[in-house]
């Protein structure tokens, strides 16, 4: 079988880094005096500076952390804001709530979390999948520190938890900060980066499959001017499916130069190789996986693909840094950029439907039809973000003041190849069938250039008032060759607007209005050139931290209109689609004492196609994403008071997913489901051990549905030791 190799090289733009070019550091100050208590005076205005801020941390994604409890990010302002100014609702996953709940992946990490559904297709052990607000945000809601990680097609970036500081989750739409993203929000992923502290870290574990994995984290100062650190894991082995296995490794090694206390430039690099043999928790049918079949269930373990053939190669790298300089007036110029290149090869069969693509079992002993599939995908993907913030006072009001322009260019080389493979049986599958050579439907590459420029305004006054003002201009040019063929080019602008109160007692209730525009990759029979996704959302919510313990509370109420959306028949599809998502989100993330941490979240939707080609959907509700999920965990660590059972720390967790559809057709439903989860660890000085179980009751269940012929096995019972140690 030959396989599929494109090896054609991005030609990248030459204009496009003169365009962004990094601040001149000829201009930063070489003396080392410190000036940000400075105020300057002006004829009309008082200009000072965010000296408030200024112990959060460096960079637009800084923020204050305690155990559970984030007090300020930069991913819902692009400058670091408290959280209670954000006229969003906000998530920030720490490191240690990562840790606490043994996740091994992002998707894993989010599972605790209001608003977003992870893993709708079960363990995927490649692809960190997430929908926020009812909406596939896996491809254009991602985030690295700040910048996008492309998606589209069988084409992405992967993104090992082991390097990252913690994960935040905005909301709602976002374009009007980033440009085109997801409508239902954002998941911006923090690296972890050099603090200029002696770290010494190592990390090993393993599950009860057989996967082990050695990590390591080493970080220092040298010259007094530099800082680095460098985090990596390496891990193989069997997987919980027949057959699966693999071997990977991810590291990130960072670098920050202080020219000066004003300047600084922090250098980002990671390379990832994974290599491996797929799983087999999707494409499986609705009868036999939530309904019972004449055979029984489809064992969640087995493996329909061709062991001997099947391949899953990833090699991918990425170069970036982030520059800052602080003026003598202590405003700020940021700049955030990053090369990054992904090239990914598969070949696997998977199931569709049983023998000649029933639905349902028509042998007494079962077959499942098998498609052969095959990809090679290359992205090349650049990006620049500058940015110039500072405050002006005007009479009684703060302005905090950022403007910005952003670039990203994307390259894709996609091949795309499929075939009709040999049938498997169901409860006794044979391996070693030839299968025929699949053939090329797509062979295309495609170019994409996004500019955005964007302003801010965040006002504070009258001892509590905030409103955010922002506005948005984004052009985007798109051209595809090869097969198929198109082109396109549009452009929009973008706002939102959002009023907050801060009462002394803790409350802040907050609303907001925001419009988003999210570019489209596509053409069909029916539209030569896919336009934006467009539409609006309204959210009103309350945020409380109390003054008696460490905590953040947040409830709020949306309503977003997502308009433009693709459907129809593949190669036939329209642009007429709509679909509203509205609902209420409550979630708590507390230290409720120095040794007990709580997170909860419940989450409601009303999801509704209003507009469809196909009349017969409006009134209906999306298939895949349940309406209703709710989690809760709680994790305590024993004091030192306790005695000879100090250091012991338990945790436990209980997480709940609603009915979802099948299809958009309604026709059947995936049940709930109701999961639970614990811990068992013991800590000492700077050493520990944690027994992590996902699934106790090892419960089977299906996470998702796209059609009755593909559904999704979730997680089942898993076992996942770790040992750590710093010195």
């Known amino acids: 079988m030959t396989k599929l190799r494109n090896t054609d090289r991005v030609r990248i733009v030459a204009t496009a880094a003169t365009l962004f070019l990094i601040p001149n550091l000829a201009k930063a100050q070489d003396n080392y005096e410190d000036t940000t208590s400075e105020v300057y005076q002006l004829p009309t205005i008082v200009m000072t500076g965010n000296q408030a801020l200024r112990g959060l941390g460096s960079g637009n994604n800084a923020a204050e952390i305690s155990g559970y409890v984030a007090k300020s990010t930069g991913t819902g302002s692009k ?98 900060l980033y440009g085109g993203s997801n409508t239902g929000g954002i998941v911006n992923y923090i690296s972890k980066k050099p603090t200029g502290d002696r770290l010494r870290y190592v990390e090993t574990g393993i599950n009860d499959a057989g996967t082990a994995y050695l990590g390591f984290d080493v970080g220092d100062t040298f010259e007094d001017i530099y800082d680095f650190r460098v985090s990596g894991r390496l891990q193989g082995g069997d997987g919980y499916f027949d057959f699966q296995e693999g071997l990977r490794g991810s590291v990130s090694p960072s670098l920050t130069w202080r020219f000066n206390p004003e300047t600084s430039l922090t250098v980002l690099t990671n390379a990832t190789i994974i290599d491996e043999v797929h799983g087999a928790a999707s494409f499986l049918p609705y009868v036999g996986t939530v309904e019972r079949a004449s055979f029984g269930y489809v064992d969640r373990d087995s493996n329909y693909t061709e062991p001997s053939s099947d391949e899953y190669l990833r090699r991918q790298f990425s170069f970036g840094y982030e520059f800052e300089h602080i003026f003598e007036n202590d405003w700020k110029i940021k700049q955030n950029a990053r090369y990054g290149y992904s090239d990914l090869y598969e070949f696997n069969l998977y199931t569709f439907g049983y023998s000649g693509f029933s639905p349902t079992p028509v042998l007494s002993d079962p077959e499942f039809s098998r498609i052969v599939f095959e990809h090679d995908t290359t992205i090349n993907n650049i990006l620049f973000d500058t940015q110039l913030d500072g405050q002006i006072t005007t009479g009684p ?115 907001s209005a925001a419009t988003f525009f999210n570019p489209l990759i596509g053409s069909s029979s029916q539209v030569d050139f896919y336009q934006p996704e467009t539409g609006v959302q309204y959210e009103a919510g309350l945020k409380y931290q109390p003054t008696w313990f460490d905590g953040l509370f947040t409830i709020a109420y949306f309503d977003i209109t997502r308009q433009n959306v693709v459907s129809g028949t593949f190669g036939s599809e329209t642009q007429i689609g709509e679909v509203r998502s509205r609902g209420v989100e409550f979630e708590a993330r507390a230290n409720l004492t120095e040794d007990l941490n709580l997170t909860a979240a419940i989450t409601a939707y009303d999801l509704e196609i209003t507009e469809d080609e196909d009349a017969t959907l409006v009134g209906n509700t999306p298939n895949t994403v349940p309406e209703q999920f709710a989690s809760l965990w709680l994790n305590y660590t024993v004091p030192e008071e306790m005695g000879f059972m100090e250091g012991i720390t338990v945790g436990a ?41 996902t699934n106790i009751a090892d419960k089977r269940y299906v996470a998702s549905c796209t059609s009755v012929y593909a559904c999704s096995y979730g997680e089942g019972r898993s076992f996942k030791l770790r040992a750590y140690a710093s010195f």
Request: no cysteine.
């Open 79 to 176: 400058t670091t804001a408290p959280i209670e100014e954000i006229p969003q609702s906000v998530s920030v996953i720490t490191r240690q709530e990562m840790d606490d709940q043994g996740a091994q992946t992002a998707d894993e990490a989010l599972r605790y979390t209001a608003g977003v559904y992870t893993q709708p297709f079960g363990p995927d052990s490649d692809t960190n999948w997430f929908y926020i607000r009812g909406f596939q945000g896996t491809q254009t809601g991602a985030y690295l520190d700040g910048l996008q990680l492309f998606g589209f097609g069988f084409g992405a970036f992967y993104i090992d938890s082991f390097k990252l500081d913690r994960i935040d989750v905005l909301r709602g739409p976002a374009s009007v």
């Open 397 to 511: 009001i703060a302005h905090n003041i950022l403007v910005g322009t952003d670039y990203n260019y994307i390259h894709l080389d996609q091949v795309q190849a499929s075939a009709i493979g040999t049938n498997i049986s169901v409860t006794d599958p044979q391996y070693g069938a030839t299968q025929p050579d699949p053939v090329a439907y797509l062979d295309q590459r495609i170019d994409q250039h996004r500019i955005g420029l964007y302003v801010q305004d965040r006002l504070n006054f009258a001892d509590g008032w905030t409103v955010t003002l922002n506005g948005r201009y984004d052009y985007v040019d798109t051209r595809a060759t090869g097969t198929p063929e198109y082109q396109g080019s549009d452009h929009a602008l973008s706002g939102r607007a959002g009023l907050a109160y801060s009462f002394d007692n803790g409350l802040t209730p907050y609303a």
């Open 653 to 693: 967790g209980v997480r709940y997913q609603g009915e979802s559809w099948v299809d958009n057709a309604n026709t059947e439903k995936v049940p709930s489901a109701t999961l639970f989860d614990a811990k068992i660890g013991y800590e000492k000085e700077n050493w520990g051990v944690d027994l992590n179980v």
